[in-house]
């Protein structure tokens, strides 16, 4: 696979594409079988929902692997450059991990998405999709291989694990040698229990409890906006506000119109002293300050200063994307250097910090760890670097 | 730290670097210590000699942390920046790591290096070195810290963790959370425990089973000038050639003269069958080939092709460092793209992988793992990254 050119993945991708819609009767049927399942053990709406596939969202998976192959090939960068001083010639180039472990949880998408990245970035791939989607990702999984193989790459880079029980997960965390890098995407306990159980290498993703701090210096209209959009845009998701600092210069000008915002909107505010006077805001307890709501909850609270909303902020975020509003460019500086997320935004909403919206094209995860990649990671955060040394009988 | 700018930390390395001589008759002093203890328990000459500190060494200490003082600072670096099509300016800014812990083996010296790399890299440093250097750790330690207090720049960036029992470094291990990324220096067997053990993300340094591959089309002289650079400039480095393979077409013309050279340089030769006709080869094992000997020993094989070369090398490197010697632009080409190692050399020595050799001033080790860093790490090495995202009220 690392010796694969551009244009073999490009077909691969192509490929697949093209498999997925002339194959869509089929994995279709698949997923029914996935969805009934589902129903009849009382899966509530919303997870079916998202267990589901339509013949739109087959169009869109489909699409995505397209999109992927008309994103720039990552291996072979050069990183970094120079000729060393005795005339060595460096370079830093990128190259495939090797093997890449993927353990999500429900949506059937993921498959074709994460496939595709992989396959691009030069990576075999082995997916450990959930049991509950496990009739979809067959299905979807031999249509892709059988692609693949027409390309003249072998179908082994892309394989299914079996995901009926807890020991194939197992198998994959402590396969080092042979996995590369293990990336989880799904609920935080599975997030966690890969985290602490693997000696492959994991990024961590996801999870997020992201806040938008209401300076006093802020555009009052741009921050109700930014606010609403934040918790309200799509609530299920990682980059989706679950928590408001509100400036105490503001306690009257702006907490009782973000209140019967919010709340017009169906939103439950969970507040502190500075919030609950108001009607319809629930007291918020110690709890609500770490929540990762992924409804339409949010907390809230009153701050005295920018620094009390950037030591909340290291108390209780999760480090995925926290987010100011303010006019006060010292103020907006203060607060970019000193919180420590994968994403800080100044006067724009937290649902910006997505792979697509950056521009990457391609998405496999939200990174919250340091190590490696943090945030929104595409294709160039699916490879490695090695280091080419060219000289004509150097020796030391 | 995070705040830091760098007149300050550069300010703090040079007052470190000037602390250090003017306390070295402590420091010798307490080094005094630990060689007796090391000597009284029967320590191998070697060992105790990396033990060892003279003034001499301590000048070299505190020159490296003069040289940190002149690198660029990594934080703020602008890795990536752009601006997105509705507007948003999006910038990828390099970030410390937080927390390092360090685990590392005998050589106090490592200490000062340690301290100022992951000072001037804006991060606190948990440094654990062993047991057998202690006094020398702790009068190090104490000097440096005093030294960063002066400039404003609180002491606990620095500190010492008690290096008495196991215990220290479990937790160390177990501090996911507090310390962000550990980075174990040492034997194979230190460094595997931390990887096995370890819920903190660990960066792997430093085993090195370094291949050169002579192929047919290799200038002989260039060849056995670099099979003897690349074994017996220094035996004890991860960067020392462990295993020599040679082309077949090179039977006759090659294998005699490098055994004799080898031989000649004191180096024991263990060969196959190509190999152990000559005079002073001993026959080669199957342990042979994995071992890492850090001595004047080589694993030798004639192999039939360049492919057999790579094969025998993704079976056995431990993906450090591999150089090929050849003349042919395709064989180089060939080599260099299938072998995944952590450098690739053509035409030089496996001495140059080396964060020295490479311009970068200064190296914290050598990563022979995939994730985040490969290679030598210098500065940028031993930082995170976030993103910056600026707008004036956006929302999607």
Redesign the interface.
């Known amino acids: 696979m690392?010796?694969a050119t551009r244009a073999t993945k490009d077909a691969a991708l192509h490929a697949m594409a093209g498999a997925l819609l002339a194959a869509s009767e089929a994995v279709l049927a698949a997923n029914a079988e996935d969805v009934a399942r589902a129903e009849a053990a009382g899966t509530p709406a919303g997870v079916v929902d998202r267990l589901r596939l339509t013949a739109e969202r087959l169009e869109a998976m489909a699409q995505g692997l397209r999109d992927v192959a008309g994103l720039p090939d990552p291996v072979g960068e050069v990183v970094r450059g120079?000729t060393?001083?005795n005339g060595?010639e460096?370079r830093?180039v990128r190259?495939p991990?090797?093997v890449v472990g993927m353990i999500y949880e429900a949506r059937p998408n993921v498959t074709a998405d994460a496939a595709g990245i992989c396959l691009k970035s030069g990576n075999a791939v082995l997916l450990r999709g959930s049991s509950s989607a496990r009739s979809s990702n067959a299905a979807v999984v031999e249509v892709l291989r059988d692609a693949v193989a027409t390309t003249g790459l072998p179908a082994d880079v892309l394989q299914l694990v079996p995901g009926e029980s807890h020991d194939s997960v197992k198998a994959l965390m402590r396969a080092?040698g042979l996995v590369?890098?293990l990336v989880p995407r799904g609920g935080a306990g599975l997030i966690r229990s890969v985290?602490?159980e693997s000696?492959v290498?994991?990024?961590e993703t996801g999870v997020g409890n992201c806040h938008v701090y209401v300076d006093a210096a802020a555009?009052l209209?741009?921050a109700l906006?930014?606010v609403?959009?934040s918790k309200t845009?799509r609530t299920s998701v990682c980059n989706a506000a679950e928590s408001l600092l509100v400036h105490a210069d503001l306690a009257e000008s702006f907490v009782p119109r973000v209140v019967e915002a919010l709340t017009a909107a169906g939103v439950t505010v969970h507040g502190d002293a500075g919030f609950a006077t108001y009607d319809g805001v629930v007291e918020a307890t110690d709890d609500d300050w770490a929540a990762e709501y992924l409804s339409l909850d949010i907390s809230a609270r009153v701050v005295d200063s920018v620094d009390a909303a950037i030591e909340h902020i290291r108390r209780f975020s999760s480090g995925h994307t926290e987010a100011i509003v303010t006019r006060d460019q010292a103020v907006?500086r203060r607060f970019?250097?000193?919180v420590?997320?994968?994403?800080?935004?100044?006067?724009?909403?937290t649902?910006?910090?997505d792979g697509g919206?950056?521009?990457f094209g391609a998405e496999i995860g939200i990174s919250t760890?340091?190590?490696?990649a943090?945030?929104?990671m595409g294709l160039p955060e699916m490879t490695?670097?090695?280091?080419?040394?060219?000289?004509?009988?150097?020796?030391?």
């Open positions: 690392a010796l120079s060393l001083a060595l460096l830093q190259v991990f090797g080092r590369d890098v985290v602490e000696t290498p994991v990024i555009d209209d741009q906006a930014i609403l959009n845009h907006a970019v250097a000193a420590d997320s994968a994403a800080v935004l100044v006067n724009a909403s649902r910006f910090t919206e950056f521009g760890q340091k190590l490696h943090r945030g929104p490695s670097t090695k280091y080419v040394v060219t000289g004509d009988g150097h020796v030391r």
